[in-house]
């Protein structure tokens, strides 16, 4: 259902609930704004110096800024909420006239089952939890948020309540549903995309579920009307984004022969929304870059393989690719400044896909994005 067949929805609810006319005016003239063609975007580090970072992504000539939201870490009671950390970003976005995409993540504890393992992140027991903070920051910032990714890469583990079978794409999709009824209640004109899903290479249901196996799952428990866009983590790894499994260019191992390792894994994503007759939907990369460093952390070896002139080669052409496609919404580079945002001598994974150094100098990648066609 798109934005305004929601509105229409609802609608009717008021009507039989014989609420006053003017609602029923109010809701029939909203719908959401998805932008026209291809949004440039990068994903800002949160709690960092947000005028200094989107000065920086705004001169580049992006024009979209993702932040995550911790929800443990900002209502740690219910009803208390930790504005101080959610009204900077969002109030210096508006001031700068940069369009805000808000990834909302991680259930606090009041609100997990008995049962839950609180040592991995995972989702609320009752979803309206997580409705209720969504509603709660959109009414605060009426019109200043232009989009809500609900969730983060749900077919993994610690993304998802920890190991032991608790992976399910139904209970994705029921949380999807009670979060997009309270966003488009709060401000209809908000873009609600999909939770991306994670390219792992791993389909053993327990550790993960295969992402395009999972997209098709969520397809079946009824994901097409309760988004406006599917998001998606196309990750290259250590392959260029023209790269597949039956096509490299490039001569390191590992991270080979499975779709899950290439970033024309897009494509296969494509394919199940069309299937589903979805095909007007955009897909939204909320999250997608290649991670260049001498000295990275424990799994992340791969990126050794890319020099931070390949970085910046394989970032460009994978806008260039998606740019060929009618299909692609917005896309939002992994990173800008998690390397400013680390801590000093903190050997940091996501320091290493970051297009700033930790100084906040330009790498070649943030150069070459702002030399780009945009």
């Known amino acids: 259902m798109n934005c305004l067949g929601y509105a229409i929805s609802r609608t009717a609810k008021i009507f039989a609930s014989g609420l006053i006319i003017i609602s029923l005016l109010l809701t029939l003239g909203a719908s959401c704004k998805e932008p026209a063609g291809l949004g440039y975007g990068m994903q800002v580090a949160p ?17 979209w800024a993702k932040v995550q939201l911790r929800w443990e870490e900002l209502e740690m009671q219910k009803g208390v909420i930790q504005w101080n950390v959610i009204d900077p970003i969002v109030n210096e976005a508006k001031a700068q006239g940069i369009r805000l995409l808000l990834s909302v993540v991680t259930a606090p504890q ?3 089952s008995a049962s839950a393992d609180l040592s991995v992140p995972g989702p609320p027991e009752d979803a309206e939890d997580y409705a209720d ?9 009426q019109g200043k948020i232009d989009a809500i990714e609900v969730w983060n890469e749900q077919n993994l583990w610690y993304e998802w309540g920890g190991k032991g079978k608790k992976l399910s794409a139904t209970q994705y999709v029921d949380l999807l549903k009670t979060a997009y009824a309270a966003i488009k209640a709060a401000d209809p004109n908000v873009v609600v995309v999909s939770g991306a899903l994670t390219p792992t290479g791993v389909d053993d249901g327990d550790t993960a579920i295969d992402d395009v196996r999972y997209l098709d799952m969520m397809y079946a428990a009824g994901l097409k009307n309760y988004c406006d ?4 983590h196309p990750s290259g790894y250590n392959n260029p984004p023209d790269d597949t499994p039956t096509q490299a260019t490039v001569t390191s191992t590992g991270f080979k022969g499975h779709w899950s390792f290439y970033y024309r894994r897009f494509e296969q994503y494509r394919a199940v929304m069309e299937r589903y007759g979805d095909g007007e939907k955009k897909l939204w990369f909320t999250e997608f870059g290649w991670a260049s ?5 424990a799994g992340y070896e791969y990126a050794r393989d890319n020099s931070e002139e390949d970085q910046a080669k394989y970032l460009v052409r994978a806008f260039q690719l998606a740019q060929e496609t009618e299909y692609v919404g917005v896309m939002f580079v992994w990173n800008l400044n998690f390397a400013p945002a680390a801590e000093p001598g903190d050997i940091y994974a996501k320091a290493a896909f970051s297009i700033l150094r930790a100084d906040w100098s330009s790498r070649p990648a943030y150069s070459s994005l702002k030399a780009m066609s945009k």
């Open 229 to 232: 866009a599917i998001g998606a």
């Open 293 to 297: 460093s001498t000295n990275p952390p």
């Open 110 to 112: 009041w609100s997990r």
């Open 133 to 141: 903070f969504l509603s709660a920051i959109l009414k605060r910032h």
């Open 47 to 63: 709690g960092t110096d947000y005028q200094r970072a989107l000065r920086l992504l705004k001169d580049a000539g992006f024009t």
